[in-house]
């Protein structure tokens, strides 16, 4: 079809998305929609809210011991909508693609999210001599909750009863922790921290919903130690660190690794003896100093190993099985002049 140049089109078209009928007005009737038709007609609405607050109270018995009480809590909510006017041409710009829309449609989600720590602990320093000892103890525990509720439908605008089609996920969890550090600072040249950390998971079944997460770590100025306070070496430190870190495997993050973006999703389920991954490192190095700390020299090599990764295997009627079946090995050197 041709039109006059003097023809201001795109005026038209903004102008009347439709006629008299209540049918899309488009340059082209061979599925080509109007292009100010998805902008004027159809609708899109995105609201959310979200508040973070948190609060401690700290209560001194002594000059050497006190006792801390804190909490915090993250909560977001969002309602997302959207709907497609009945005389929409099909397709949807979408890379997922939600449907057709042929005959209109919508969607309807309501996203909820929130999670709130809480701990207490005790931290005392007792006088030993030569240094100073920091002992601190305590319990935690958090919270995590996420609920998407969607009702949607590519066969007609939004009715009482209309075709649709609805989808609830939940995901909650709980972590409790129990856990303890000591930190001994020898004068100003060494110190040695050790600290454990024992977490109970609730969605991991029964055997395999606890872990310890031990840790060590010291370092030495050897040029302090040794009495070097004058001279081009100004600092010698050596420090080495072992640790275990870990954490949950929640249901959201089973989801989210296995599933994506895909059109369709599977069914993702957790095997009986699902647990926790876990991470040991170490690292050993030395820092240098020259001229008052005007140069310096790092010198650093770590070694990480993750044990019980989660992969997803293949289970019965295309489901995805969460077990613990890999190991990732990272190690190298990292060197530093300043």
Do not use: C
Not at 276 to 303: I, Q
């Amino acid at each position: 079809r041709s039109f006059q140049v003097t023809v201001n089109v795109a005026a038209r078209l903004e102008a009347h998305t439709k006629d008299a009928a209540g049918s899309q007005l488009s340059w082209n009737y061979s599925g080509f929609n109007n292009p100010y038709f998805a902008a004027l007609e159809n609708t899109n609405k995105d609201d959310r809210t979200h508040w973070i607050g948190g609060g401690s109270a700290t209560y001194a018995f002594s000059n050497t011991l006190r006792a801390t009480v804190r909490g915090g809590t993250d909560h977001s909510k969002a309602t997302r909508d959207f709907e497609i006017d009945s005389t929409w041409m099909g397709g949807f710009p979408y890379y997922a693609g939600r449907g057709d829309f042929s005959k209109g449609g919508f969607q309807h989600q309501s996203v909820a999210a929130s999670e709130t720590n809480g701990d207490a602990f005790v931290t005392g320093s007792p006088a030993v001599s030569g240094g100073q000892l920091t002992i601190t103890g305590g319990a935690g525990h958090r919270t995590n909750s996420f609920d998407l509720a969607t009702t949607a439908s590519d066969l007609g605008a939004r009715s009482a009863t209309g075709p649709s089609t609805s989808a609830h996920v939940t995901a909650d969890a709980n972590t409790n922790s129990l856990y303890g550090t000591a930190v001994l600072a020898i004068a100003d040249y060494a110190s040695i921290s050790a600290s454990a950390r024992n977490e109970w998971y609730s969605v991991l079944a029964s055997g395999n919903n606890s872990a310890l997460y031990p840790a060590l770590f010291g370092s030495i100025d050897l040029a302090r130690a040794g009495g070097v306070r004058n001279g081009p070496l100004s600092a010698a430190v050596v420090h080495a660190g072992w640790g275990r870190s870990g954490g949950e495997i929640s249901p959201l993050l089973l989801r989210s690794i296995f599933t994506g973006t895909q059109t369709t999703q599977p069914k993702v389920e957790a095997s009986p003896n699902l647990g926790p991954e876990a991470t040991n490192s170490f690292e050993l190095g030395t820092h240098l100093g020259f001229f008052n700390s005007r140069l310096g020299v790092d010198l650093t090599y770590y070694s990480e190993r993750t044990s019980d990764v989660v992969v997803g295997l293949t289970g019965t009627a295309g489901s995805i099985v969460a077990t613990n079946a890999a190991t990732i090995s990272n190690s190298g050197f990292e060197a530093q002049l300043t």
